[in-house]
């Protein structure tokens, strides 16, 4: 079963305006991890925002926040204010802190900003 | 040390023949990670070391695949007699140690690209 889901292949967003990537996962640990990475076509994976399974309150950084919903099992990316810098692709991933070190990524969601 | 370095950013190479990929981790991280990413794909866990030691390995990690970590500090990925279905994009990742949190200072290098023809 996929752990995490990305069903937004691809978006559009004209510049300036907000959009919201969604994200959903599975898991039966209680203690995780949830993350952003953006990827532009130069490869690097960029951290952009992490929530804690055990955090009260959404994340947020700069112009990015996230909208966790734990019952729903739920952490979508908010990117307010668009750039076009922001195009690129963007990862949703989980890291269980009772299932080893690594990340299970998501499949991606391809964002491009219009001018 | 400004992050994570991966040597070369891209490799191509015929099918058949052997590739290695070098990571160099941000010095006071001890732990290593390796990542394959196919095209349209999120990354995929290949192998992590703690030191020098290999700790976990996907089964993604076939036997042509081979990591190292000898001192510590550096890696090294090989893949030997390559396959078309190897092209990808090698990402390397280093962290601090856990401290039971999922957030631990994770930092990823920018990958080798590596296209078998």
């Known amino acids: 079963a996929q752990k995490i889901t990305q069903t937004q292949p691809g978006m559009f967003v004209q510049e300036k305006e907000a959009v919201t990537l969604d994200c959903t996962y599975d898991t039966s640990d209680p203690s995780y991890g949830l993350f952003w990475y953006k990827q532009p076509s130069s490869g690097e994976m960029i951290f952009l925002i992490y929530q804690g399974s055990y955090d009260q309150q959404n994340a947020t950084e700069g112009r990015y926040s996230l909208n966790f919903q734990k019952a729903r099992k739920s952490a979508n990316l908010v990117i307010s204010a668009s750039q076009l810098g922001d195009s690129a692709m963007y990862f949703c991933?989980?890291?269980?802190?009772?299932?080893?070190?690594?990340?299970?990524f998501g499949p991606g969601t391809r964002l491009s900003v219009l001018p | 040390d400004t992050g994570v370095s991966q040597d070369p950013r891209h490799k191509i190479t015929k099918r058949g023949q052997n590739v290695t990929f070098r990571c160099d981790p941000i010095s006071e991280h001890n732990r290593l990670y390796w990542y394959r990413q196919t095209l349209g794909q999120g990354p995929e866990f290949l192998t992590y070391?703690?030191?020098?030691?290999?700790?976990?390995k996907s089964r993604l990690l076939s036997d042509r695949f081979s990591a190292e970590r000898p001192k510590g500090s550096f890696s090294t990925l090989e893949i030997q007699r390559t396959e078309q279905g190897d092209s990808a994009m090698y990402l390397c990742a280093s962290s601090l140690p856990s401290r039971g949190e999922a957030n631990y200072g994770y930092t990823f290098g920018s990958g080798t690209r590596l296209t078998v023809v």
């Open positions: 991933a989980m890291r269980e802190i009772g299932n080893g070190q690594n990340f299970v």
């Open positions: 070391f703690q030191n020098e030691a290999q700790l976990e």
